[in-house]
């Protein structure tokens, strides 16, 4: 797995610059331009402060697929919440995260 190419597509599938990246991730910005300047890897405080910033976990981030190995406290309550939907609020919720995420 290329471990930079894996955070630079993350980055770009929420729409992040660098700046708001480090922000999220409470690193500087210098940091994460370092690691594709240099092509660096980041440490593991490095990989785990941008997991969290991108709502993942360590695992997930390593996984094959988007499935995930385990869920996140926040993923596993929308999980959860998901279950007891009817199919026209599936339908709803999908269709406002949908117009979200565009």
Request: aromatic share 6%; charged share 20%.
């Amino acid at each position: 797995m290329d471990v930079l190419n894996k955070i630079k597509m993350l980055q770009n599938e929420r729409g992040w610059n660098v700046t708001q990246l480090a922000d999220k991730a409470d690193l500087s910005p210098s940091t994460i331009s370092a690691l594709f300047q240099r092509n660096h890897q980041p440490t593991i405080p490095t990989l785990q402060a941008l997991c969290k910033a991108f709502g993942i976990t360590l695992s997930q981030f390593f996984a094959d697929s988007h499935l995930p190995l385990d869920l996140t406290p926040e993923q596993a309550h929308l999980l959860e919440g998901w279950n007891g939907l009817t199919d026209n609020q599936k339908t709803a919720i999908s269709s406002l995260i949908k117009s979200i995420k565009e």
